[in-house]
């Protein structure tokens, strides 16, 4: 395992009604303890005349990406992670055998002569949170048309994986699991163009072998969005806002990056699309009361935030977020994911067609966690 000779410390505060992050970012679907990394017999099939296959990875300083990222290396693999000009620091990839490119994610040209050695393309980079509701198509379906179109030239490369979001089939809203062949009805302009890469992906599909991965709610290790569950549940207390009983379809970070490896150099997956889970449906109250016990507080006490308050609030900070040099994550859009009753869906195909399944159970996996955030003083 390769780990990461500086972690970054969240700074330490008090969930406020304004950090309704709480909500916003269990349900933002589309950031090491108990890596779970694949059998060490890919990197020898990768190998070629004593030559080690060469991966390159987006968003690979990110929450998803440098659990992936360490997994490849773990297997092996020569890893570059391309990262935008702006990045000032590795992040989680301090410490790491793998090497940092600084380059424009929507410019084809300079995207070509880094990918032309690539054997495999892991994209995994993307845009949750924005200032301008124009950044989302920017940051979602323009870079992955850019890396697709600049991938086009390269010989080598054997396949693509895109990285979706269960946001871009949209929330169930009678409680049945969405699967592959659901129509895609997303709720918010995110999960829109994370629709529009899909389509974009396939628009490639006679020049580029890929596959596309749809993830609801992932948590685990250095996630700093479904920490603040972990926060406000310390302190005997959780909003509730929408309805009173929501479902979640959820995945450990570790799961998920094993099977976005596996998926990717699996034979049997190009082309196709799928839902990667684990196969119960989590209830919000189920996921609050594991919290509870696993940091041994009493019961937290369930408060409900009226739609209206939650809207107008998000129109307030929306404004004020054109101003501001950080997106702020509560706007109109994330309004409207949250307040939808069911981010479920049914990942039985991955399972049935590459043998794909999670080994880390959700009492498992928020127990560790814990003991991560612990570790690292983030609670």
Not at 116 to 122: A, C, L, N, T, V
């Amino acid at each position: 395992m390769v780990t990461p000779k500086k972690c970054v410390r969240a700074p330490p505060h008090f969930p406020s009604f304004l950090h309704l992050k709480t909500f916003l970012n269990i349900l933002d679907k589309g950031s090491k303890v108990n890596s779970q990394y694949s059998s060490p017999s890919h990197s020898l099939f990768l190998q070629r005349g004593g030559t080690i296959a060469t991966v390159t990875v987006t968003g690979g300083t990110g929450f998803v990406g440098s659990h992936v990222v360490e997994q490849l290396l773990g297997q092996g693999f020569k890893v570059q992670c391309l990262v935008r000009p702006s990045r000032s620091n590795p992040g989680w990839l301090e410490g790491t055998a793998a090497e940092i490119i600084k380059v424009d994610l929507t410019s084809i040209e300079a995207l070509k002569p880094v990918l032309r050695d690539s054997e495999y393309i892991f994209h995994i980079a993307g845009t949750t949170k924005v200032r301008r509701k124009e950044e989302y198509y920017t940051g979602n379906v323009l870079t992955t048309r850019a890396i697709l179109a600049a991938a086009r030239e390269n010989s080598k490369l054997k396949k693509i994986c895109h990285i979706s979001s269960l946001s871009a089939v949209g929330p169930s809203l009678d409680g049945s699991s969405p699967d592959e062949t659901t129509p895609c009805k997303p709720v918010s302009l995110y999960g829109q163009t994370k629709y529009e890469a899909e389509q974009v992906v396939a628009s490639f599909a006679d020049d580029i072998p890929s596959v596309i991965l749809r993830p609801p709610t992932v948590y685990g290790p250095r996630d700093t969005d479904v920490l603040e569950m972990y926060q406000w549940t310390s302190r005997g207390i959780m909003p509730i806002i929408g309805k009173e009983e929501k479902t979640l379809s959820m995945i450990h970070v570790s799961d998920l990056a094993r099977g976005i490896i596996e998926a990717t150099l699996s034979n049997k997956s190009t082309g196709k699309t799928y839902f990667i889970a684990n196969e119960p449906i989590y209830t919000y109250s189920r996921i609050v009361k594991l919290l509870t016990e696993i940091q041994h507080k009493k019961k937290a006490l369930m408060v409900k935030f009226p739609d209206f308050g939650v809207k107008a609030l998000a129109a307030v900070t929306e404004i004020g977020s054109k101003f501001a040099s950080r997106p702020n994550i509560l706007n109109s859009d994330k309004v409207n994911e949250i307040l939808q009753p069911h981010w479920i869906c049914d990942p039985r195909k991955i399972k049935e067609e590459l043998g794909f399944v999670t080994n880390i159970s959700l009492e498992e996996g928020l127990r560790t966690t814990f003991e991560w955030y612990k570790a690292h003083k983030w609670l």
